[in-house]
């Protein structure tokens, strides 16, 4: 992916064993943390639970956009500030992974302003 000019992406070792001698070059792959989802698209805010003052219940917006001035434009792919376990790529990414015929990867499109 590299060598397609994909930035953002840093692999670094698993800690991981295997019982063979051969074992396969793992790596896992560090995201930085960007972007946000756009005001418009949240709902309002949960009241903030009396006890521990988190507000609880908050979820992924569906459908949700991407605020576009919190974008980050020297990486390629991040992990959303906003909900972590969302990966986002932008069109050099994907550009890349179809040039070099990758599958196993599901790419939606999102709308940003």
Same mark, same amino acid.
């Not at 790529?89 to 890349?96: F, I, K, P």
């Given at each position: 992916?590299?060598?397609? !000019?994909? #930035?953002?992406?840093? !692999?670094?070792?698993?800690?991981?064993?295997?019982?063979?001698?051969?074992?396969?070059?793992?790596?896992?792959?560090?995201?930085?943390?960007? !972007?946000?989802?756009?005001? =418009?698209?949240?709902?309002?805010?949960?009241?903030?639970?009396?006890?521990?003052?988190?507000?609880?219940?908050?979820?992924?917006? =569906?459908?949700?956009?991407?605020?576009?001035?919190?974008?980050? #434009?020297?990486?390629?792919?991040?992990?959303?500030?906003?909900?972590?376990?969302?990966?986002?790529?932008?069109? #050099?990414?994907?550009?890349?992974? #179809?040039?070099?015929?990758?599958?196993?990867?599901?790419?939606?499109?999102?709308?940003?302003?």
């Amino acid at each position: 992916m590299q060598s397609e !000019g994909v #930035r953002g992406l840093t !692999g670094c070792p698993t800690q991981v064993r295997f019982r063979t001698r051969h074992a396969p070059d793992l790596r896992d792959i560090q995201l930085e943390i960007h !972007g946000r989802f756009h005001p =418009d698209c949240l709902p309002p805010p949960n009241p903030p639970c009396p006890t521990c003052g988190v507000a609880m219940g908050s979820s992924v917006p =569906d459908p949700y956009c991407l605020d576009a001035a919190s974008l980050p #434009r020297h990486v390629d792919i991040f992990r959303l500030a906003d909900a972590s376990t969302r990966i986002i790529a932008n069109e #050099r990414l994907v550009d890349a992974v #179809r040039r070099l015929e990758l599958d196993g990867v599901v790419f939606k499109e999102l709308e940003a302003r």
